[in-house]
């Protein structure tokens, strides 16, 4: 039953008593006094029979079985007025007895069935306001614990990813409303090489945040004293279950990357298995292991991969397998796993989420955190056979017209060690300017918060600026080839010499469509070429 | 790389009147361009100097072909002078080459 009014107030007159300062005046003194609490069950016959009463009920005449009752007259309650609002009894007033020993008059009563009916809604309104008041405090409560939570696990996720030669390193992390224990993090090794890690801890909030946060660290800490990755996940294991809350755990893939060779060893703590986009397809990096933090004493497969140049491993957590779509179909590894076998469904980031977000659509509030690590090996280190190295750019530009000139600027920068003929650099200009215009012109048309991306890699013996817009506009191809003569005669535009050039001005171009985004890549050959000679 | 909005200037030599171009040949030349052809009038020949030209780009060659367009109505030839030789590459792709008369700078070393 929902609060009763409890306080009596009683007013007490006394006459002709003796007082301190001696005067013939009538003190009156007003005392308020807490009742007795009287609870009622919500199931008593009693609130039925107050709900249906229709006024003040004597305590005495009442004839219910009821604890109800009882424990009104063991309260010294004399007379009950229960308060109706809505049909529903929000509350009762109760009073003791008179002083004068005299039973309540119907005058008493009329008085105070009408002081009832006007208290009795604003009792409800008074107890919703405390009750939404009490909601508002509570869900502030959970804001701030949200808050800490994001805190700690941001604290703790690397804030710059280190810089491989010949490596492409991308890491994206967007946590759930409810922040889950997702965390990864890449570290260089004394030797040179690279420890690549993703883990994600069960629960959620601020004991999730706290057990991620430990987890990294004696990671970290292990993983710099040894280098195999299945004693690094033993340590950490032995250390972690001794500490770690009842019914929590952490899954973690740890792999240590030589930049060199593409050699990857990596240890499984039972995560999700990580995938290799490699040129016929995908490969699974398979290890057998428990989580950390359930059993101590427990030892890690570890396996070995080698990647070449062009593959790129992926690395996720289950937020993005276990997600699921309007019809609550999950997205399952199936579908990741095609997405990583297909170069053409586009980057393995960028690509994977946009994917993901056409299966989820617009509505879908993200059930658990989403985390993804990718390693692209570029070239092979070294520059063997005259092949170039370290050649690598990636920088986008807002939609804006003008823009591709900075986006020649920066290429032909780019590339400037290369050495190539100038000739064939101010071609390269005029294609990057041109296929960047029509990125920012068609693809994005011309909305500048949509960004153009512009990635220049060499690969093998070929050089590849690659221009990337959303694909919203009609596609270059579509054009018709450009005819001077009719131009001139008006049977055509003046404009539409864009893509024309662009294939006038470099080796190959190469237009592809995947996942909402048009990508050209403009290719140079890097030897032969025009027959120039350079070493 | 500075952008620079292009200045069409026009002065009369013996061979007639020349537009010289210094900036950028691109989409916001257009009101430059059309000024300096208007002002060069109707002698039989115009002359369009790009010596100051640092980019081009394929809506400024769309603003030469608009030009050429005009040119052929009233009879006009247009000639080229001081053309990089990766845009006189271009005029020659686009075939702009046949239709106006490129000149080649060699003698105008002095």
């Known amino acids: ?535 | 790389m500075a952008t620079t909005e292009l200045q069409a200037r026009v002065s009369n030599e013996a061979l007639g009147p020349v537009i010289e171009l210094v900036g950028d040949v691109d989409g916001r030349a257009e009101q430059a361009l059309d000024a300096a052809y208007t002002e060069a009038g109707d002698a039989a020949g115009v002359m369009l100097d790009f010596h100051g030209v640092a980019y081009m780009n394929s809506t400024g060659i769309a603003l030469i072909v608009g030009l050429l367009a005009r040119a052929r109505t009233s009879g006009q030839t247009l000639s080229v002078r001081g053309l990089t030789p990766h845009y006189r590459e271009i005029f020659e792709i686009t075939r702009l080459a046949d239709f106006m008369t490129i000149v080649d700078e060699e003698e105008g070393s002095a």
């Open chain 1, 1 to 535: 039953m929902t609060a009763l009014a409890q306080t009596w107030r009683k007013v007490t007159r006394r006459g002709g008593e003796p007082t301190a300062e001696t005067t013939d005046e009538v003190t009156v003194t007003v005392s308020t006094v807490e009742a007795p609490s009287v609870e009622i069950a919500p199931n008593d016959p009693l609130v039925a029979y107050l709900q249906g009463a229709g006024g003040a009920v004597d305590v005495e005449k009442l004839e219910l079985e009821s604890p109800g009752v009882t424990a009104l007259r063991e309260a010294g309650v004399a007379l009950v007025v229960p308060l109706i609002s809505g049909g529903e009894l929000v509350g009762t007033l109760n009073l003791g007895s008179r002083l004068s020993d005299q039973q309540y008059s119907t005058d008493d009563r009329r008085l105070l069935d009408g002081l009832a009916a006007q208290a009795a809604p604003a009792l409800q309104v008074a107890e919703l306001v405390q009750k939404q008041a009490a909601e508002a405090r509570s869900r502030e409560r959970i804001e701030q614990e949200l808050k800490v939570a994001q805190l700690i696990q941001q604290n703790f996720l690397p804030r710059v990813l280190p810089d491989l030669p010949g490596w492409e390193v991308a890491a994206y992390y967007q946590p759930a409303r409810e922040v889950g224990g997702d965390f990864y993090d890449l570290f260089e090794l004394p030797d040179g090489r690279v420890a690549v890690v993703i883990g994600d801890v069960t629960d959620k909030g601020v004991p999730a945040a706290m057990v991620m946060a430990a987890a990294r660290s004696l990671l970290r800490a292990s993983g710099q004293r040894v280098v195999s990755p299945g004693e690094v996940l033993q340590r950490v294991n032995d250390l972690l279950c001794p500490d770690i809350p009842d019914k929590m755990f952490v899954t973690c893939l740890y792999a240590v990357v030589d930049p060199a060779t593409g050699h990857v060893r990596y240890a499984n703590a039972g995560h999700n298995l990580p995938y290799v986009r490699t040129a016929d397809g995908s490969t699974e990096l398979r290890a057998k292991g428990m989580p950390l933090g359930l059993l101590p004493g427990m030892s890690y497969e570890e396996h070995e991969a080698v990647m070449s140049p062009g593959d790129g491993l992926l690395l996720y957590s289950d937020g993005v397998t276990e997600a699921h779509g309007p019809e609550r179909e999950m997205f399952g590894t199936p579908r990741l796993v095609e997405h990583v076998a297909d170069p053409a469904s586009g980057d393995l980031i960028d690509g994977l989420l946009t994917r993901l977000q056409r299966f989820t659509g617009a509505d879908w509030e993200q059930e658990d955190d989403i985390t993804l690590v990718t390693l692209r090996r570029t070239l092979a280190a070294g520059g063997q056979n005259g092949r170039v190295s370290g050649l690598e750019l990636r920088f986008t530009l807002p939609s804006e017209a003008g823009n591709e000139r900075e986006g020649m600027r920066r290429v032909l920068e780019a590339i400037e060690p290369l050495g190539l003929e100038a000739r064939r650099v101010e071609r390269l200009g005029t294609a990057v300017s041109e296929a960047t215009m029509n990125a920012i012109e068609h693809g994005n048309q011309g909305r500048a918060d949509i960004p153009v991306e512009i990635e220049v890699v060499t690969l093998g013996s070929e050089l590849v600026v690659r221009i990337c817009d959303v694909g919203d506009g009609p596609t270059a191809t579509d054009v018709e080839s450009p005819d001077l003569e009719a131009k001139l005669a008006g049977l055509q535009k003046p404009r539409g010499w864009g893509l024309f050039l662009i294939e006038n001005m470099v080796d190959e171009i190469r237009v592809s469509d995947a996942d909402g985004r048009h990508t050209v890549e403009l290719v140079l050959q890097l030897k032969g070429g025009d027959g120039d000679g350079d070493d």
